[in-house]
């Protein structure tokens, strides 16, 4: 049995329900945020994403993302274009290159699914079931992204965060200096081989091909608003360490995942329909975990990337 459109019904997932009505418009005092694991993340209650917020409400919620890295809003029954709205208070939104993963009329919705409509995937399928920073293979990888669950597996399919600052913070001396300066290679490309071999998406086309060339980035980075480094880690789109041999390139690059992947570091999201998670992509990597019946379950997000700069 195949997985079929957004209309039907399935018992084997929980399905977005209109939350009861609440405040026109949240004010500073209103929101309460709360930390939400000791590694990263935090809880953000008394808050409707759909509302029309003031520079200085957007503020705070900036000043709490840059010091938790991941921000989580619960019970969030918005709108696509809402979603939209709120995202860009927070930066220029990108439209994904799998154009035809993008909402229609709203190419800001990039849509994560294993649902088909008519047989054909309504969205991509497949994506980031391994570690990674979204658009690392971008010349101006993400600022961050704000995920919203709109049906998601009565068990499994959650979303593991790792924080790269304290994995940073972690390292011996000597290590951080070996590090200093190092570059490595990231590609589109190479991942999505992956995807198209186990039959989830087509390949790229000569177009897509063309506006994802590789890039190179530091192994180490700033954060541009906090100025704290960590480590720029996207095991799945990496290729290589700039001017190692493979065998040296492989062994540090997994060197350095098993360590920013150790559970001290790491926050795990069992989500909840209209959970909306809104991650720092310069200070995380994450993996989306494909442990449910991906033939008979149902999970569909709506993800907004934001932009960000060159990492330094
Ligand atoms: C992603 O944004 O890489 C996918 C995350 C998820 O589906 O949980």
């Known amino acids: 049995m195949s997985v079929t459109g957004e209309s039907d019904t399935s018992t084997r997932s929980r399905k977005s329900k209109k939350p009861a009505s609440k405040p026109s418009r ?4 209103d929101i309460s945020i709360s930390k939400a694991s000791q590694a990263l993340g935090a809880l953000v209650t008394d808050i409707d994403l759909s509302k029309d917020f003031s520079d200085s409400e957007i503020a705070t919620l900036r000043d709490a993302f840059n010091t938790h890295g991941l921000l989580l809003f619960r019970d969030q029954d918005i709108s696509p274009e809402a979603h939209v709205a709120f995202s860009k208070r927070f930066g220029e939104l990108e439209h994904h290159v799998l154009n035809d993963a993008l909402l229609e009329g709203l190419p800001e919705i990039y849509i994560l699914s294993n649902l088909k409509k008519n047989g054909k995937r309504v969205g991509r399928a497949g994506a980031g079931h391994y570690w990674h920073s ?7 990888p993400s600022l961050g992204s704000l995920l919203r669950s709109i049906e998601v597996p009565e068990v499994g399919g959650d979303t593991m965060f790792a924080n790269l600052a304290v994995a940073y913070d972690a390292l011996s001396e000597p290590m951080k200096e070996f590090l200093e300066g190092l570059e490595a290679e990231h590609s589109f490309a190479n ?3 992956r995807v198209v071999s ?5 390949p790229l086309t000569p177009e897509q091909l063309a506006q994802t060339p590789s890039v190179v980035h530091p192994l180490v980075r700033e ?9 720029f880690l996207s095991p799945g789109f990496t290729t290589g360490i700039v001017g190692m041999t ?3 390139s492989a062994a540090i690059l997994e060197f350095l995942a098993d360590h920013a992947s150790q ?8 989500w909840k329909p209209n959970d909306v998670v809104f991650w720092d992509n310069r200070t995380l990597m994450h993996y989306a975990i ?5 033939e008979n379950d149902r999970r569909h997000m709506h993800r907004t990337t934001i932009r960000g700069e060159r990492a330094h």
């Not at 186990?198 to 087509?202: A, F, P, S």
């Not at 954060?223 to 480590?231: A, I």
């Not at 494909?290 to 991906?294: I, P, Q, S």
Request: no cysteine; net charge positive.
């Open 198 to 202: 186990l039959g989830l998406n087509k």
């Open 26 to 29: 949240a004010t500073k005092s």
């Open 246 to 248: 493979n065998e040296e």
């Open 191 to 193: 991942v999505q081989k």
């Open 290 to 294: 494909n442990d449910y019946d991906y």
């Open 223 to 231: 954060h541009p608003e906090t100025g704290r480094k960590s480590l």
């Open 134 to 140: 979204d658009l690392s293979y971008m010349a101006h």
């Open 263 to 270: 559970p001290r570091f790491v926050y795990r999201h069992a």
